[in-house]
C-alpha cells in the first residue's frame, strides 16, 4: 500500500477520476472487515504504511470533491478509527 500511496500522491493531479477505479475497488477487496482496525503506534516508524491506505482514500476523496464529481467513496468501516 505505502508504493501505491507514493504513486497516487504523484499522479493524482495529472490524471482522471476515472483511472483511480480499480484502486478504489481495492478497499472492498483488502478491508471486508466489519470490526476496525486497531490505530497503529505512531511512534514507530511502520505507522506510516498502516495508515497507507486511510492516506490513499483521502486523496481520492479530495481528487473527487475537486473535479465536482458525484463520485463519493465511503470510507471501509475497518479503516474508519485510522481516519479519526
Known amino acids: 500500500m505505502w508504493v501505491l500511496l507514493q504513486f497516487i500522491s504523484g499522479s493524482i493531479q495529472k490524471n ?4 483511480f477505479l480499480p484502486v478504489m475497488k481495492l478497499f472492498d477487496l483488502l478491508y471486508p ?4 482496525i486497531p490505530v497503529p503506534d505512531i511512534s514507530k516508524p511502520q505507522s ?10 483521502i486523496h481520492l476523496n479530495r481528487k473527487a470533491q475537486n473535479d465536482n464529481s458525484k463520485l463519493q467513496i465511503p470510507i471501509p468501516h475497518s479503516l474508519k478509527l485510522h481516519h479519526e
Open 16 to 19: 482522471a477520476l476515472a483511472d
Open 33 to 36: 472487515e466489519k470490526e476496525c
Open 48 to 57: 506510516t504504511h498502516a495508515f497507507a491506505m486511510t492516506c490513499i482514500w
